[in-house]
Nanobody, 126 residues
Framework: QVHVLESGGGLVQPGGSLRLSCVVS????????MGWFRQAPGKEREFVAG????????YYKDSVKGRFTISRDNAKNTVNLQMNSLKPEDTAVYYC???????????????????WGQGTQVTVSS
């Protein structure tokens, strides 16, 4: 049985930082691409960042480049999202998801991700 569990959300002031973590069980973690998505109220779920299963290249949504950093620890079955210089428009529920297809690119299409966590709320507000 596969489990995906996010943690680390919360309320932060503009310009602040948060670190999200996601633990995966039930899959061979070192063979899966991991993605972070987010969904704001009334909006579509959108890709934020992804990290490949091999050699760990990373990919980001343009609006978070230079502010967010995705990383993975295969020994702990964990993927992290360090978010700095947060803006009110970053407010959303953040989801972690798995892509076990072993394709040779990080997909930004949520349909390519099979297992999802329950999400963690990030609120950026003064």
């Amino acid at each position: 049985q596969v489990h995906v569990l996010e943690s680390g959300g919360g309320l932060v002031q503009p310009g602040g930082s948060l670190r999200l973590s996601c633990v995966v069980s039930g899959l061979t973690f070192s063979r899966i691409t991991m993605g972070w998505f987010r969904q704001a109220p009334g909006k579509e779920r959108e890709f934020v960042a992804g990290i490949m299963w091999t050699t760990s290249p990373t990919y980001y949504k343009d609006s978070v480049k230079g502010r967010f950093t995705i990383s993975r620890d295969n020994a702990k079955n964990t993927v992290n999202l360090q978010m700095n210089s947060l803006k009110p428009e970053d407010t959303a529920v953040y989801y972690c998801a798995t892509d076990a297809s072993r394709r040779w690119r990080v997909s930004s299409d949520k349909g390519d991700y099979g297992y999802w966590g329950q999400g963690t709320q990030v609120t950026v507000s003064s």
